[in-house]
């Protein structure tokens, strides 16, 4: 009994050193990944252009990402600008979008998915390019950010974990960042 102690002990510190957390005696470790790093990640697609029909250019600008913590989810402001034969000019505007996010183990990603497109609006376009550009919006967001990785876990993240018997398992939005449960890993 007191080996046991003494491991469980050594693992908690091992953790904390490793810089998983250990909120309370019986709780499994997590790890908590920065609404910085998020954005780090995410911002390594963009900028990206998308073509409509050869008549419209959108451009959409790395988004700005922030957390949703009361529906578990990140949402994502992008910069757009629009132009094109059809359009005459360049406008500028705004797209935004949230999603919710799922652990892929074969490549140790953290993956955005069941996305909800929310707006997308071009200052001074008028009504009838608007709501054409605007109907290509859910399609868009899915182009954009359906699976996009905004987190990988490094081997070295999941050393510990992994000696312990453990695996990624919730995945839950707070005020600090996303914060990744280890649970018991699966039998396989």
Known sequence: MQRRLVFHIGACGLLAAAGLAVPAAHAQPNYTVSLAQLQQAVAQRFPMNYPLGGLVDLSLQAPVLRLMPEVNRLGATMAVDAGGLALGQRYPGSFDVDFALRYEAGDKSIRAHQLHFNSLRLAGL????????????????????????????????????????????????????LVIAFVNKAAQ
Do not use: C, F, K, W
């Open 126 to 177: 008028p009504p009838g390019p608007s709501a054409l550009i605007e109907a290509y919006g859910n399609s868009l967001a899915q182009q954009a950010l359906l699976e996009v990785v905004v987190h990988r876990l490094r081997p070295q993240d999941l050393a510990l974990a992994d000696t312990m018997g453990l695996e990624p398992g919730a995945l839950t939005v707070t005020d600090r960042g």
